[in-house]
């Protein structure tokens, strides 16, 4: 990486001018966000299940000081990895029993003389002398959060031990790398490890993971794209931006911002110790790395937010030269034969995911060098994966057209699916399709025919009365064709479907641009490709049946959600593709008691004070919604908060919580609203295995919560299994509930996630997250991807987004 540019002496570096440099790291203090009025954060109910989880527990002695030092070094070294070899030549200072974190901070159980302290240095790159400066800063007791710190970063250390090699966040077994030579692929097998304070003790997580790093660079990629000198600049602003790179001299990995096509290694300077340096004389000199081509342009990546909050607000310039791919391109994701042997090397079930974990843990216990440094602490790992019990929620009965509550229709729990069993049974509010439209390439009649036929068959089961349509043939599939056939399409049609010969992005695009934005109305887009499998065509055309009368405001089915007059509400972001620096912000809440009927909006944001008074807007105005609909604002309210990092945690809690009350206090009177705010997690590390035997591990079944052990000190959270996978290991969801007054017991809460896993009307069975979530997610993708702009109004109280 180039670094950032700086101003005075501070050098651009692999590290920014400072991941840690010339500032002091926060404490590591977790934030309590247990409401004040949770008395216990564990649940009961439900059916016992034997569990293992990834977590190993970490011993740890109960009466050590550590003695943190502030590192400098002079003149600056911006190179890790040169900083590690410099503070090994000076490790005798402090024996065997310390930690460098590979920027400023240094701890060890030993207290040096003075106070600071200096040391000579070599760097081996130019043989340069380097002053490197210990300065005490602290003591730190065994028990403190800071602790935390500690062990994660002896963690990384032991990762490097054992031969791992850091790419971005996490460590990768290079010697372990699998080749894909027919896609220029390489798949390298790792590992993710976090060590924090749990209800059951200091545990560290472990979970796999996997790296796919192509040989192709970015300068490789920008070669291809300059065949076309007309339109090179412009395509490459399109296909680069938003890729992952990874820098082949330290193995970090960045996100392309923009690219810098008027400067280039040579002209791109900067002030460097009193004098100007351009980035060739500074990646020979600070990486020992020679540019070939001095002409090539620059990638620009951004700051990160939480690089700008630690202070680092420059950008950061790379060479496409030394930038490796990363990822899949859109056309090796549409290879069937790619994704089946990339799942055959990534993907392990319980018994293989535990047998690796074991593995790993093993290879650490019997390394030499890792088992003398955590001895020199006085730490050691538990040998064993931790065991834990979990609950199974009971199976819900899906309420179908007819079916009184506590009736209802029985499915197997097990499978997560209630497809077979609801397939002919009347919906629970069907909606008739009466005036509707098709648009389509005039030659395939025929397969629209039969759809049209198969169509009329399945609805009939499904309470939904379905008149012929209108055809609006085409001559070809141009997208200009497409357009000007959809915007003809009389206002009085209540439904278009556009049959596509294949998945053309552009076409899309304007299509849904045209009846989400321009001409609302409910559409349906669906490809030759799915009508033509015959084998399979009556089970597609019910799927799409009852999305298209979901769409118009149909209740496929419902469940019984016992506490009356609540409101419930999701919300996510998603980064817009078009609009750079812009993210959409996508709310939706229930207008029912049942949580059948939606209500949605979207708007957009450059930042987190916009996005916090956006959510705060579009609840305000969810609540009068449902006023307007039921006569009186609700009892209960229950909002489900996705795409929330770990970062932003403190962020939602501090800021977001606090608009959201002054939007209920402002058309309420405050407590009349009994509320509670959850953060849903689908992107952690946890994993738990079902344990049946001695020698036998499988998947939890859906309903499965965990509330305890694995769970942390400072929050009321628990993690659920709601749905059921046919391979791999299952992903739990986490829930973490930040604000509470609704006087629930945590039964209730695991209760309700669950219950709303099941009313996502996109799938006949179990998912995920809470369908307020999932909706909020495909609108603001719909957003994102597609429309770059809101959706009309007209559309805010149906799922035209599914």
């Given at each position: 990486?180039?670094g950032r540019?700086?101003g005075?002496?501070e050098?651009?570096?692999?590290?920014?001018i400072?991941?840690?440099?010339g500032?002091?790291?926060?404490?590591?203090a977790p934030?309590?966000?247990?409401p004040?009025?949770v008395r216990t954060?564990?649940?009961e109910g439900?059916?016992s299940?034997?569990?293992?989880?990834?977590y190993?527990r970490?011993?740890?002695?109960k009466?050590?000081?550590?003695h943190a030092y502030?590192v400098?070094?002079e003149?600056p070294?911006?190179?890790?990895r040169?900083?590690y070899g410099l503070?090994?030549q000076?490790k005798e200072?402090f024996?065997?029993a310390?930690?460098?974190?590979?920027?400023?901070e240094?701890?060890?159980?030993?207290?040096?003389e003075?106070?600071v302290t200096t040391?000579?240095?070599?760097?081996?790159?130019d043989?340069?002398?380097?002053?490197?400066?210990f300065?005490?800063?602290s003591?730190?007791?065994?028990?403190?959060?800071?602790m935390?710190?500690?062990?994660?970063?002896?963690?990384?250390?032991?990762?490097?031990?054992?031969?791992?090699v850091q790419i971005g966040?996490?460590?990768?077994?290079k010697?372990d790398r699998?080749?894909?030579p027919?896609?220029?692929?390489q798949?390298?097998p790792?590992?993710?490890?976090?060590?924090?304070?749990?209800?059951?003790g200091?545990?560290?997580?472990?979970?796999?993971?996997h790296?796919v790093?192509?040989s192709?660079?970015?300068y490789?990629?920008?070669k291809d794209?300059?065949?076309d000198?007309s339109?090179?600049r412009?395509?490459a602003?399109?296909?680069?931006p938003?890729?992952i790179v990874?820098?082949n001299?330290?193995?970090?990995?960045?996100?392309?911002?923009d690219?810098?096509?008027?400067?280039n290694?040579i002209t791109y300077?900067f002030?460097r110790r009193g004098a100007?340096?351009?980035?060739?004389d500074?990646?020979?000199?600070?990486?020992?790395?020679?540019?070939?081509?001095e002409r090539?342009p620059?990638?620009?990546v951004?700051p990160?937010?939480?690089q700008?909050?630690?202070?680092e607000d420059?950008?950061?310039m790379?060479?496409?030269e030394l930038c490796?791919?990363?990822?899949?391109?859109?056309?090796?994701?549409s290879?069937?034969?790619l994704?089946?042997?990339?799942?055959e090397?990534?993907r392990a079930?319980p018994?293989g995911?535990?047998t690796a974990l074991n593995t790993f843990?093993r290879?650490?216990?019997?390394?030499?060098?890792?088992r003398s440094?955590?001895?020199?602490w006085n730490?050691r790992?538990?040998?064993?994966?931790?065991e834990?019990p979990?609950?199974?929620?009971?199976a819900?009965k899906?309420?179908?057209l007819?079916?009184?509550?506590?009736?209802?229709t029985?499915?197997?729990?097990?499978?997560g699916s209630?497809?077979?069993?609801?397939?002919?049974k009347?919906?629970?509010?069907p909606?008739?399709?009466?005036?509707?439209?098709?648009?389509?390439?005039?030659?395939d009649?025929?397969?629209?025919?039969?759809?049209?036929?198969?169509?009329?068959?399945?609805?009939?089961p499904?309470g939904?009365?379905?008149?012929?349509p209108?055809?609006?043939p085409l001559?070809n599939d141009?997208?200009?064709?497409y357009?000007?056939?959809?915007?003809?399409?009389?206002?009085?049609?209540?439904?278009?479907n556009?049959i596509?010969?294949n998945?053309?992005?552009?076409?899309y695009d304007?299509?849904k641009?045209?009846?989400?934005?321009?001409?609302?109305?409910?559409?349906q887009?669906l490809?030759?490709?799915?009508?033509?499998k015959?084998?399979?065509l009556q089970?597609v055309?019910t799927?799409v049946?009852i999305?298209?009368s979901v769409?118009?405001?149909?209740e496929?089915?419902?469940l019984?959600?016992p506490?009356?007059?609540?409101?419930i509400?999701?919300?996510?972001?998603?980064?817009?593709?078009?609009k750079?620096?812009?993210?959409?912000?996508a709310?939706?809440?229930?207008?029912n008691?049942?949580?059948?009927?939606?209500?949605s909006r979207?708007?957009?944001h450059?930042?987190?004070?916009e996005?916090?008074?956006?959510?705060a807007?579009?609840?305000?105005?969810?609540?009068?919604e449902y006023a307007s609909?039921n006569?009186?604002?609700?009892?209960?309210l229950?909002?489900?908060?996705d795409?929330?990092s770990?970062?932003q945690?403190?962020?939602v809690?501090d800021?977001?919580i606090?608009q959201?009350?002054?939007a209920i206090?402002?058309?309420?009177?405050p407590g009349?609203i009994?509320?509670?705010?959850?953060?849903?997690?689908k992107r952690?590390?946890a994993?738990?295995?079902?344990?049946?035997?001695a020698?036998?591990?499988?998947?939890p079944p859906?309903g499965?919560v965990?509330?305890t052990?694995?769970t942390r000190?400072e929050r009321?959270?628990?993690?659920l299994i709601?749905?059921?996978v046919?391979?791999?290991?299952?992903?739990?969801t986490?829930?973490?509930?930040?604000?509470?007054?609704?006087?629930?017991?945590?039964?209730?809460h695991?209760?309700?996630a669950?219950?709303?896993?099941?009313?996502?009307?996109?799938?006949a069975?179990?998912?995920?997250?809470?369908?307020?979530?999932q909706?909020a997610?495909?609108?603001?993708?719909l957003?994102?991807t597609s429309l770059?702009?809101?959706p009309?109004p007209?559309?805010?109280?149906?799922?035209?987004?599914l």
């Amino acid at each position: 990486m180039a670094g950032r540019e700086s101003g005075g002496d501070e050098p651009m570096g692999s590290s920014g001018i400072g991941r840690g440099r010339g500032r002091e790291r926060r404490p590591f203090a977790p934030i309590n966000t247990i409401p004040p009025s949770v008395r216990t954060t564990a649940g009961e109910g439900g059916t016992s299940i034997k569990l293992l989880s990834n977590y190993y527990r970490l011993i740890t002695p109960k009466d050590a000081i550590i003695h943190a030092y502030r590192v400098d070094f002079e003149p600056p070294v911006e190179s890790a990895r040169m900083r590690y070899g410099l503070i090994f030549q000076s490790k005798e200072i402090f024996g065997s029993a310390f930690i460098f974190d590979g920027g400023n901070e240094l701890k060890s159980v030993k207290k040096l003389e003075s106070d600071v302290t200096t040391v000579p240095g070599i760097r081996k790159s130019d043989n340069e002398q380097i002053a490197i400066t210990f300065r005490h800063t602290s003591t730190v007791s065994w028990g403190h959060p800071e602790m935390m710190r500690l062990y994660n970063t002896q963690m990384r250390k032991n990762l490097r031990s054992i031969g791992m090699v850091q790419i971005g966040r996490h460590y990768y077994d290079k010697s372990d790398r699998k080749s894909l030579p027919n896609w220029k692929l390489q798949i390298w097998p790792g590992i993710i490890t976090a060590i924090n304070e749990h209800d059951g003790g200091i545990l560290m997580v472990n979970d796999v993971v996997h790296k796919v790093v192509r040989s192709q660079t970015a300068y490789d990629m920008l070669k291809d794209l300059s065949k076309d000198k007309s339109t090179f600049r412009q395509v490459a602003r399109r296909e680069l931006p938003g890729r992952i790179v990874m820098v082949n001299y330290n193995n970090k990995t960045y996100r392309i911002d923009d690219i810098i096509f008027d400067k280039n290694p040579i002209t791109y300077t900067f002030e460097r110790r009193g004098a100007e340096c351009n980035l060739k004389d500074y990646y020979k000199e600070q990486h020992n790395v020679t540019i070939r081509d001095e002409r090539q342009p620059l990638l620009l990546v951004k700051p990160t937010e939480r690089q700008r909050r630690g202070g680092e607000d420059k950008p950061i310039m790379l060479i496409p030269e030394l930038c490796l791919m990363t990822g899949l391109t859109d056309q090796m994701r549409s290879d069937f034969n790619l994704k089946r042997e990339m799942g055959e090397m990534t993907r392990a079930d319980p018994p293989g995911r535990a047998t690796a974990l074991n593995t790993f843990i093993r290879k650490l216990a019997s390394n030499e060098k890792v088992r003398s440094e955590m001895a020199s602490w006085n730490l050691r790992f538990e040998t064993s994966i931790i065991e834990l019990p979990g609950r199974v929620l009971p199976a819900e009965k899906i309420l179908m057209l007819g079916e009184a509550e506590g009736s209802g229709t029985q499915y197997d729990q097990k499978t997560g699916s209630f497809e077979r069993e609801i397939r002919s049974k009347n919906m629970r509010k069907p909606v008739g399709l009466d005036t509707w439209a098709i648009v389509c390439l005039r030659r395939d009649k025929q397969i629209v025919d039969e759809y049209c036929n198969t169509l009329r068959r399945v609805a009939e089961p499904l309470g939904v009365s379905l008149s012929p349509p209108k055809i609006f043939p085409l001559e070809n599939d141009r997208t200009s064709s497409y357009v000007e056939a959809c915007q003809k399409i009389p206002s009085a049609c209540k439904l278009v479907n556009i049959i596509v010969p294949n998945n053309n992005k552009d076409r899309y695009d304007a299509v849904k641009k045209i009846f989400c934005c321009e001409h609302p109305m409910a559409s349906q887009v669906l490809t030759t490709r799915v009508l033509q499998k015959r084998n399979a065509l009556q089970t597609v055309c019910t799927k799409v049946c009852i999305q298209m009368s979901v769409k118009l405001g149909a209740e496929a089915w419902a469940l019984n959600i016992p506490p009356k007059n609540m409101m419930i509400a999701g919300y996510d972001c998603y980064h817009d593709s078009a609009k750079k620096g812009s993210s959409v912000g996508a709310f939706v809440c229930s207008l029912n008691q049942s949580a059948t009927r939606w209500y949605s909006r979207v708007t957009y944001h450059q930042s987190r004070e916009e996005m916090s008074g956006n959510f705060a807007m579009h609840l305000t105005n969810g609540l009068k919604e449902y006023a307007s609909l039921n006569g009186k604002l609700p009892d209960r309210l229950v909002v489900y908060r996705d795409g929330v990092s770990e970062g932003q945690i403190g962020y939602v809690y501090d800021f977001e919580i606090a608009q959201l009350r002054t939007a209920i206090n402002s058309i309420i009177e405050p407590g009349k609203i009994l509320w509670s705010f959850v953060i849903v997690t689908k992107r952690i590390n946890a994993r738990f295995f079902h344990k049946i035997d001695a020698r036998s591990l499988q998947n939890p079944p859906p309903g499965t919560v965990v509330d305890t052990v694995v769970t942390r000190k400072e929050r009321y959270d628990f993690y659920l299994i709601s749905q059921c996978v046919r391979q791999g290991t299952v992903n739990p969801t986490m829930y973490n509930i930040i604000e509470d007054t609704t006087g629930w017991r945590p039964i209730h809460h695991q209760q309700m996630a669950y219950k709303l896993c099941h009313l996502y009307f996109n799938w006949a069975g179990t998912i995920t997250v809470p369908a307020p979530c999932q909706y909020a997610h495909k609108l603001a993708f719909l957003t994102g991807t597609s429309l770059h702009r809101e959706p009309d109004p007209k559309l805010s109280n149906y799922l035209f987004y599914l």
